[in-house]
C-alpha cells in the first residue's frame, strides 16, 4: 500500500510545478539575454548530480554569439535552425571520451578507478555517454530552478558538430539544449504521458 510523503520531506508544489508539471520544451524564444553569470550558477548547480564514480564526463559549450550561431546552425536540420538562431545560448552537451585521465582528481578516494575505463575502451565509451547523457538532464533541470526554459534537441548532424567545435576528437557531441526565457506562443499542446501500469513494475 502506497504511503503519503510527508511534506516535511519534500520541496513545495509551486517548485515541483516549475521544475515537473508545468515546465515545457520551448520553440520560440524572447529577446531576453541570459547572463554569463547565470550559466556559471548552472553549472555549479549540475556538477552536484550523480555521475559514476564522480567520473563528470560531460563537456559544454555556451554557444552565444553570432560568430558561434554561424559555426553552428549549418549543421542543424529543419526548424531546429530557426529555434537556435533566437534563442540566447545553445548549449552543446558533449563528453570527453577520456574523461578517465581525471578520475584521480575528481575521485580522490579511489585514484586507480581510471585503469577500469583506460583499458576497456567499451566500457569507457558507454560510461561516458550515459554519464555525460544524465549531466545533460541535470542541466535542464538546473535551468528550470534558475528561472531558464529549455529546449533540448536532436536534430543535427553530430559529425559536422564534432569536426567544427571538437577537431582533436577527444569530444564527442550527443544533443543540444536552448536556453533563455521561451515565448509560450510557440508551445505545443502538452502530449498525454504513460500511466504508471504501462510503464512501471514493482517486484
Not at 559514476?52 to 560531460?58: F, G, H, R, Y
Not at 567544427?164 to 536552448?178: K, M, Q, T, V, Y
Request: hydrophobic share 45%; with cysteine.
Amino acid at each position: 500500500m502506497s504511503e503519503t510523503i510527508p511534506v516535511s520531506e519534500t520541496i513545495s508544489d509551486k517548485d515541483l510545478d516549475i521544475l515537473f508539471r508545468t515546465a515545457r520544451s520551448q520553440n520560440a524564444w524572447q529577446a531576453k539575454p541570459v547572463a554569463e553569470a547565470t550559466l556559471h550558477a548552472l553549472h555549479e548547480l549540475l556538477a552536484f548530480g550523480p555521475t559514476s564514480v564522480n567520473c563528470q564526463p560531460a563537456r559544454f559549450v555556451f554557444v552565444t554569439s553570432e560568430a558561434g550561431k554561424a559555426r553552428l546552425l549549418p549543421h542543424l536540420s529543419g526548424s531546429n535552425r530557426e529555434k537556435t538562431a533566437a534563442a540566447p545560448v545553445c548549449v552543446i552537451v558533449a563528453h570527453d571520451k577520456q574523461f578517465y585521465d581525471l578520475i584521480p582528481e575528481f575521485f580522490p578516494s579511489m585514484p586507480a578507478a581510471r585503469d577500469w575505463f583506460a583499458h576497456d575502451e567499451g566500457v569507457a565509451a558507454a560510461t561516458a555517454f550515459r554519464n555525460g547523457t544524465l549531466q545533460g538532464a541535470y542541466l535542464i533541470m538546473a535551468a528550470r530552478a534558475l528561472g531558464l526554459d529549455t529546449g533540448p534537441m536532436s536534430g543535427f548532424d553530430n559529425a559536422g558538430v564534432d569536426r567544427e567545435f571538437f577537431p582533436d576528437g577527444r569530444f564527442a557531441s550527443n544533443f543540444l539544449i536552448n536556453l533563455g526565457h521561451g515565448d509560450p506562443a510557440g508551445v505545443f499542446p502538452r502530449s498525454p504521458r504513460p500511466a504508471f501500469d504501462k510503464v512501471c513494475q514493482i517486484v
